[in-house]
């Protein structure tokens, strides 16, 4: 088992609500994701948003912190709208957001 682990590297993302999220890399240190305040409509769904962002970022590259803000600012946005599936982001939205997302980002090294 520890030797999986090692392999893996496991690092742990604890989202914290409207205070964004909590990154643990595998050496332990951690680094804060802020999302933006907003007044929240309807929080349904707002965990499946930020999680299908976070997987998107990480296989099309972003470091995890970065796929982490890509998850909150997405997260955010579904907030904003009531119900689950209808309060996600329509895909000119979606591309709008990760495009500014990644033209801002520190470049993975």
Known sequence: MHAVAAQLRPRLLVTLGERGA????ADGSTV??????????????????FVG?????????LAE??????????ATASVLRPG????????EDAVR???GIVATAPSAA
């Open 53 to 61: 962002a976070f997987a998107f970022g990480l296989a099309t590259g």
């Open 84 to 91: 689950t599936q209808a309060s996600f982001l329509e895909r």
């Open 97 to 99: 957001i990760y495009e």
């Open 22 to 25: 909590v990154l643990v890399r």
């Open 32 to 49: 804060d994701v802020p999302a933006e305040r907003v007044d929240a409509v309807d929080t349904t769904g707002a965990g499946d948003a």
């Open 65 to 74: 912190e970065v796929a982490a803000g890509l998850g909150c600012t997405c």
